[in-house]
């Protein structure tokens, strides 16, 4: 008869268990909004006295588009490229790969994202 108590407590237990489980796991559920366009790129440098920012890229980028930038607390900007440079050359378009300097609007950090909208 004893066993049988043990039992009952032992399942009622579980079940409250379960039941708190549940609701401590859905509470810490946090929906993260996606950035907006597709990951082109990340900051490697700024320079903040010509407000150039060096972008590698991962994806092509050419003048004309447009730029999404988020990093850190409250960066997150949108601006459209007006020209871009490659070694001090001006160029219209740019591959997978290269570094491009930039004209930014704000001020940026190296690991910025950078995405094309």
Do not use: W
Not at 7 to 30: H, N, R
Not at 61 to 69: A, C, E, H, N, Q
């Amino acid at each position: 008869m004893a066993k049988k108590i043990v039992k009952k407590a032992i399942k009622k237990a579980v079940k409250k268990t379960v039941k708190k489980t549940k609701t401590k796991v859905a509470a810490k559920v946090v929906v993260k909004k996606e950035p907006e366009g597709k990951l082109i790129g990340r900051i490697t440098h700024y320079f903040s006295n010509i407000e150039v920012a060096v972008i590698d890229l991962s994806a092509p980028l050419k003048v004309g588009d447009t730029i999404r930038v988020i990093g850190g607390q409250e960066t997150d900007f949108e601006q459209q490229v007006e020209s871009m440079q490659i070694e001090h050359e001006e160029v219209k378009s740019a591959k997978k790969g290269d570094g491009v300097g930039t004209k930014i609007k704000e001020k940026v950090h190296e690991g910025y994202k950078v995405y094309k909208i």
